[in-house]
T-cell receptor
Framework: EPEVTQTPSHQVTQMGQEVILRCVPISNHLYFYWYRQILGQKVEFLVSFYNNEISEKSEIFDDQFSVERPDGSNFTLKIRSTKLEDSAMYFC???????????FGQGTRLTVV | KQEVTQIPAALSVPEGENLVLNCSFTDSAIYNLQWFRQDPGKGLTSLLLIQSSQREQTSGRLNASLDKSSGRSTLYIAASQPGDSATYLCAVPPHTGANSKLTFGKGITLSVRP
């Protein structure tokens, strides 16, 4: 069964460093998303991406964040200068449009020290 | 602004019991509603999606209902098993489109005792 794949599963980084979280969405999907979940809190929307551009973003998604689809299969989230409060589980998701389900990856646990 | 609430935060039941998990949302203008399962430290597994025009959706021992006018959905789990132990989350996109952002509840952590 097709699935969304995220790498790495866990990343530890020092405050102020740049990190890139990687995702391979389901191959025929057109809509891509990043969400995050701080420990013990709700899953929060960060950004959606369609047709090679951001279609929607939350107030969390400030200038420190960027997304890219560098080729036909990968979708990345970059955090330019990580802060302690960026520590969270980051989920990538994709959907094929038309009111169908969003499928989520297993997440990348980011720990900023 | 859409708010999604799931109460109680945790539930413990003996194996074999039928149970209902509740989800409420403040803005009834939704496109659909999706139920997810999350195991500790893991990702979100989609369980069921109900379109706004539907009242119910079934998958195996799971049945989800949707009452848009009252802003409620329930997830019914029949004959619960220890393997059903997980956190169950509901999420809704706005009526403007299924491919817009999902607003999540905090989830209900279910423990099924053998």
């Amino acid at each position: 069964e097709p699935e969304v794949t995220q790498t790495p599963s866990h990343q530890v980084t020092q405050m102020g460093q740049e990190v890139i979280l990687r995702c391979v969405p389901i191959s025929n999907h057109l809509y891509f998303y990043w969400y995050r979940q701080i420990l013990g809190q709700k899953v929060e929307f960060l950004v959606s991406f369609y047709n090679n551009e951001i279609s929607e973003k939350s107030e969390i998604f400030d200038d420190q964040f960027s997304v890219e689809r560098p080729d036909g299969s990968n979708f990345t989230l970059k955090i330019r200068s990580t802060k302690l409060e960026d520590s969270a589980m980051y989920f990538c998701a994709s959907s094929d449009g038309g009111g169908t389900e969003a499928f989520f990856g297993q997440g990348t646990r980011l720990t900023v020290v | 602004k859409q708010e999604v609430t799931q109460i109680p935060a945790a539930l413990s039941v003996p194996e074999g019991e039928n149970l209902v998990l509740n989800c409420s949302f403040t803005d009834s203008a939704i496109y659909n509603l999706q139920w997810f399962r999350q195991d500790p430290g893991k990702g979100l597994t989609s369980l069921l999606l109900i379109q706004s025009s539907q009242r119910e959706q079934t998958s195996g021992r799971l049945n989800a209902s949707l009452d848009k006018s009252s802003g409620r959905s329930t997830l019914y789990i029949a004959a619960s098993q220890p393997g059903d132990s997980a956190t169950y989350l509901c999420a809704v996109p706005p009526h403007t489109g299924a491919n817009s952002k999902l607003t999540f509840g905090k989830g209900i952590t279910l423990s099924v005792r053998p």
